[in-house]
DNA sequence: TCCATACTTAGACTTACGTCA
DNA sequence: ACTGACGTAAGTCTAAGTATG
């Protein structure tokens, strides 16, 4: 059933035969969609379901507990590249973010050396926190607003 | 079309660690 | 506190499958 049609001398070591180990062998499409099923319901198998799972598939019940095994480890390695995937994403945009807060920065340092009454252009800060730009001065006289759509927080980040 | 080779996938094993009786 | 059994994660090996020139 699992097995290359060449050899069945392994089907019968993957039933629990006594013979020694066998090679590796191939599942079949549909014991693989079997097993993709139970995972897709339960990450990891009580004794019971492993016996019967393997009874099921024709398989020994150490074969089921490798491919859980196995498989929850492959699971855990593509969630880690997606997560990893989207981090690079996330950080690609608030680099974009930054660099354009920077330069709006030195537009507004630049229009206050043109008004001559103002205080100095170089006490203008951004704060960190409401993201505002202020005067350090006299922080009540100038708060410009950054447009919250200016932040750019990704969509799956802001539903948490 | 066939073949050799490189690369990828997945079954199996080993080891280390944590939990529990 | 110690011990053995058990389950799991992480790392690795390697046969089988696939892509490529």
């Not at 392994?10 to 020694?20: K, M, Q, T």
């Not at 005067?135 to 950054?146: G, H, K, N, Q």
Request: net charge positive.
């Amino acid at each position: 059933m699992n097995r290359l049609p060449s050899s069945h001398e392994d089907e019968e070591l993957s039933h629990g035969g006594s013979a020694p180990p066998c090679k590796k062998l191939r599942l079949t499409k549909e014991q693989s969609r079997l097993l993709e099923d139970s995972f897709r319901q339960n990450h990891t198998l009580n004794p019971k379901q492993k016996e019967t799972l393997a009874e099921h598939l024709m398989l020994r019940p150490r074969q089921i507990e490798v491919w859980f095994q196995n498989r929850r480890a492959r699971s855990k390695m593509k969630q880690t590249e997606m997560e990893c995937a989207y981090l690079k994403r996330w950080f690609g945009s608030l680099t974009e973010q930054n660099n354009r807060l920077h330069i709006e920065v030195e537009e507004l340092r630049a229009m206050k050396v043109g008004s001559s009454t103002m205080t100095s252009t170089s006490s203008l800060t951004m704060c960190p926190r409401c993201e505002r730009v202020t005067t350090a001065a006299i922080p009540s006289m100038a708060v410009v607003d950054v447009p919250a759509k200016k932040l750019m927080i990704p969509p799956q980040e802001r539903e948490h």
